[in-house]
């Protein structure tokens, strides 16, 4: 029946199967490229399979899914508690999977006995373009190995993962790769316990990488020091067009740094430096650079404590920046002065179409002035 590719019943699609189907799998497999066919067609399955939380539990389920693989180009298995064991046969299956270019083991628990075997396979496999291994309790030694794969990986052009605990050696190791490394344009290292050390080494390897296009490094701690480090980096790299810093425990000492890189910084589009504490100092900083940046478009500062200062600063900016369209002010204490001060901004300025003002003590008064000084700009999204 499974090799006519019958269409299966309710409760009985491969990812369900318990142990009951293990002499099924093992027969089937035994008879090759017949039963996976039929497989694929009695399950219904297309070029992608999500499978989130779906698995049942045991090594059957996964066998089976893992046969479905070899025709979908995009598998997505997260939250599936597949452990070490599990990643153990995802891998031994990636390494001759000759379809699937996009993985999902988010959530998996796999470890680092798993990302090892991962990162083993990843050094032979030539299709997998995309990698999500984010909340898998991955540290140093897994880190590791996905980096000593990542000097020979040609494929990979995205890595997540964010949510792990890599710490400053995961993220030195992930680095030195960064500096062979021709392909990976997009890399997600959030909350990974990375600090200032970790920082300075992917700064180090920003100076030299030439395809990374994204960092995603927030819910870290690289303070001062590796936002210092960043900024040099940002004054030399030419690729780089999205990073996002925050929640990194940056003072005014980093964000005047960075506002010294956006002064000559010619390709970065996108920069978030939320949940941060640069507070006036620090904004009045960035808003000078804003004044001769011609590229940035997209800024995130909200919850900085950036105060009155800081929200006129901004303000004045505005008035002669001729680029940014989304700014995020949210959660800054500037009051009805500061934000009267960005409204009187927003009357001459002709590029900025959104705006998060939240949360910031303006008053009837100054939520009224914001919201007078856009009434007429159709399309302007405003969050008051």
């Known amino acids: 029946m499974l090799c006519a590719g019958a ?5 009985a699609l491969p990812w369900q199967w318990t142990a009951w189907w293990a ?3 093992r027969i089937g497999e035994a008879q090759g490229a017949a039963f996976r066919a039929g497989l694929l067609r009695a399950a219904g399955v297309g070029e992608s399979l999500k499978l989130e939380s779906q698995l049942a539990k045991g090594p059957t389920a996964l066998r089976a899914v893992l046969l479905l693989a070899e025709k979908v180009s995009h598998l997505d298995l997260r939250e599936n508690d597949l452990g070490a064991t599990g990643a153990a046969e995802v891998a031994g299956a990636l390494a001759v999977m000759a379809v699937v270019t996009e993985l999902d083991l988010v959530a998996n628990e796999i470890g680092d006995e ?9 050094k032979v496999n030539a299709v997998l373009t995309t990698l999500f291994l984010g909340v898998n309790n991955i540290g140093v030694d897994g880190a590791k190995a996905i980096a000593e794969a990542l000097k020979v990986n040609a494929v990979v052009t995205t890595l997540v993962l964010g949510g792990n605990f890599i710490g400053d050696e995961g993220a030195i190791a992930i680095a030195e790769a960064l500096k062979v490394n021709a392909v990976m344009t997009t890399l997600h290292l959030a909350m990974n316990q990375i600090g200032a050390e970790g920082a300075i080494a992917i700064a180090e390897a920003l100076k030299v990488n030439a395809v990374v296009t994204k960092l ?4 870290n701690k690289i303070g001062d020091d590796g936002a210092k480090a960043i900024a ?4 030399v790299n030419a690729v780089l067009t999205k990073l996002d810093l925050d929640d990194n425990e940056i003072g005014p000492e980093g964000a005047i740094a960075i506002a010294e890189a956006l002064k ?3 390709v970065l589009t996108t920069l978030g430096l939320n949940y941060n504490r640069i507070r006036p100092e620090g904004a009045i900083a960035i808003a000078e650079a804003l004044k001769v940046n011609a590229v940035l478009t997209v800024l995130y500062l909200g919850d900085n404590n950036i105060g009155v200062g800081g929200a006129k600063a901004i303000a004045e900016a505005l008035k002669v920046n001729a680029v940014l369209t989304t700014l995020r ?10 934000a009267k001060a960005i409204a009187e901004a927003l009357k001459v300025n002709a590029v900025l179409t959104e705006l998060d003002i939240r949360a910031n003590n303006m008053g009837d008064a100054g939520k009224k002035a914001v919201r007078d000084a856009v009434k007429d700009r159709s399309g302007f999204e405003l969050e008051l």
Do not use: F, R, T
Request: proline share 5%; glycine share 14%; no cysteine.
């Open 329 to 338: 002010l949210d959660n800054n204490s500037i009051g009805a002065e500061g």
């Open 114 to 122: 798993g990302a090892i075997a991962i990162a083993e396979a990843l």
């Open 23 to 25: 002499n099924v799998l």
């Open 216 to 219: 995603e490094l927030y819910g």
């Open 264 to 266: 000559v910084n010619a």
């Open 7 to 11: 269409p299966l019943p309710a409760g």
């Open 232 to 235: 040099e980096a940002l004054k």
